[in-house]
């Protein structure tokens, strides 16, 4: 019998077709819950997050398999030394190093500085006081007369000890009255003529010995009513020669050494100071203290001009390098850390600014070796290729080859220029 189709579907029929399908994705619902229940106790976390896991250290291991091979090879040139003695001058008037002229440029430094500084006297001498005091001079001439002596004129005590007076001296004359004389007097300071405390005599009564054999030395005399006093001996020091030379030795020495240490102090430590390119010149010295001064001490004062000529290590270690690869074979390449340069200086003009210097240096030269082209052409070889192509391009120029692959499982070098490190070494 034919199937019946229905356009509209007729409500019995409806109902059971709705029916149907309500158990159906009931029953299926409840399936599904059952399955996936235990899932997500066991399984709904752990197990994308290992698979996930697993493929970026997949992904990671592949990187690294290709980008962490690379090749070191560490080569040792064969190393000539070559060793030169050369004389070249450094002269203030140069501005650069010239290996045909054999010149490098030099500096003019100056400095000057004053120093005073106490000494003590060494001259042994005596200190004698002189005593002194006032004495009455009198004038008992007759007929009555003024007498004058000039100063210095001497008087001499009745214990004899001789003194002078200071001054020049007028003794008024006498006053008569009838057969009364009255002296005139005057009073005169007198100082004993040599130091010492026997001068230190009592009041006493005095002559005057160059009135002896006259008339007059009986008639004018002295008299002093006051001990004298000030009388003394003792010993002290004094400058002598010898105090003024040794001083002047002694202050010359040390302001050397302090101005040639400031002079030092301005020139900075890239430049070369050369003991016999230092000149020093005492333009001022003395004291005001003569030979013979009595004293304990004495200053002594003194500038000096210190000059000197220096010159850069660095210019002295270009001319050496420049001369050195001037006479290097072709395809040969300088060394820099095996650079030695000694030198002295056999004449210097300090106020001319020249130093005649001795060279003697020498460096160690190399063959040539383009790291980045032989990188390049190691690429792809394994160890032993990389050995031999190395050998072959340099042969005896070498002294060892040691050629590192990294990591363990990698037997050739990389395609990659960049991952071929190429070390020279000189040890």
């Known amino acids: 019998m034919a199937k019946k189709i229905y356009d509209v579907v007729p409500p019995k029929t409806a109902k059971k077709i709705e029916k149907d399908i309500k158990e159906f994705f009931s029953e299926d619902k409840k399936k599904t819950k059952r399955r996936s229940k235990p899932k997500r106790e066991g399984r709904s976390i752990w197990f994308p997050v290992s698979i996930a896991g697993g493929v970026l250290i997949l992904i990671v291991g592949v990187y690294l398999f290709f980008k962490l091979p690379r090749v070191e090879v560490q080569i040792w040139p064969k190393v000539d030394v070559l060793s030169f003695q050369q004389t070249i001058e450094a002269n203030k008037s140069a501005d650069l190093t010239d290996i045909e002229e054999a010149l490098v440029p030099a500096k003019f430094f100056e400095t000057s500085k004053t120093l005073s500084e106490e000494f003590q006297a060494t001259g042994n001498a005596t200190n004698e006081g002189k005593a002194s005091g006032t004495i009455a001079v009198y004038n008992k001439s007759d007929p009555p007369t003024p007498i004058t002596f000039k100063a210095g004129t001497h008087f001499m005590s009745d214990s004899g000890m001789l003194f002078k007076a200071s001054e020049r001296i007028v003794i008024p004359a006498a006053k008569k009255s009838g057969s009364k004389i009255t002296p005139g007097s005057v009073k005169v300071k007198v100082e004993a003529v040599e130091g010492g405390d026997n001068y230190n005599i009592s009041s006493s009564d005095f002559s005057v010995p160059g009135l002896k054999g006259t008339a007059y030395y009986y008639n004018i005399y002295a008299s002093s009513d006051e001990p004298m006093t000030g009388g003394y ?195």
């Open 233 to 427: 001996t003792g010993k002290i020091k004094k400058v002598t020669d010898i105090d003024i030379q040794e001083a002047e030795d002694a202050l010359t020495k040390k302001l050397t050494s302090e101005a040639v240490a400031e002079l030092e102090n301005q020139i900075s430590s890239d430049y070369i100071l050369l003991e016999n390119a230092i000149s020093s010149e005492i333009t001022n010295s003395g004291t005001q203290t003569k030979s013979g001064t009595v004293t304990d001490n004495f200053v002594y004062e003194a500038t000096i001009k210190v000059s000197a000529l220096a010159f850069k290590k660095s210019d002295i270690d270009e001319f050496a390098k420049k001369y050195i690869i001037s006479q290097m074979l072709e395809g040969k390449t300088f060394l820099d850390s095996s650079l030695k340069v000694n030198y002295s200086a056999t004449a210097v003009d300090i106020s001319d600014g020249k130093a005649t210097l001795d060279l003697d240096f020498s460096s160690g030269v190399y063959q040539n070796i383009d790291k980045n082209s032989l990188a390049l052409s190691l690429t792809g070889k394994n160890l032993s290729q990389i050995k031999d192509t190395v050998s072959s391009r340099f042969g005896d120029q070498l002294s060892k080859v040691e050629v590192k692959l990294w990591p363990f499982w990698v037997t050739k070098s990389p395609k990659s220029q960049k991952a071929v490190n190429v070390i020279l070494k000189f040890e």
